[in-house]
Nanobody
């Protein structure tokens, strides 16, 4: 069984910064990619950023220049450094990972962490 555990959400003022973390644990053989998605009230879940096993990254246009995704392979952990936060960044942020275990290859989701940008 594989689990993704997120941390680092909270309340921040506009222009502030937050760093989200997501650690994968369990029977992991390899991780193809890890990423962050977000879902605001009344909206569909959308991609924020993704990083592959080789280190390639892809960002939503709304995240480019403000957010940075990174990972520590030895810890099976992905980070999202968010800067210059705006009220429109308010959402539940979900970690996502494409993981190969000893049993199969499967896509996993974390439980989500709330990010609120407000003065």
């Amino acid at each position: 069984q594989v689990q993704l555990v997120e941390s680092g959400g909270g309340l921040v003022q506009p222009g502030g910064s937050l760093r989200l973390s997501c650690a994968a644990s369990g029977s992991i053989f390899s991780i193809y990619a890890m990423g962050w998605y977000r879902q605001a009230p009344g909206k569909q879940r959308e991609l924020v950023a993704v990083i592959t096993s080789g280190g390639s990254t892809n960002y939503a246009d709304s995240a480019k220049g403000r957010f940075t995704i990174s990972k520590v392979n030895a810890k099976n952990t992905v980070y999202l450094q968010m800067s210059s936060l705006k009220p429109e960044d308010t959402a539940v942020y979900y970690c996502n990972a494409d993981i190969v275990s000893i049993v199969n290859r499967k896509n996993y989701w974390g439980q989500g962490t709330q990010v609120t940008v407000s003065s």
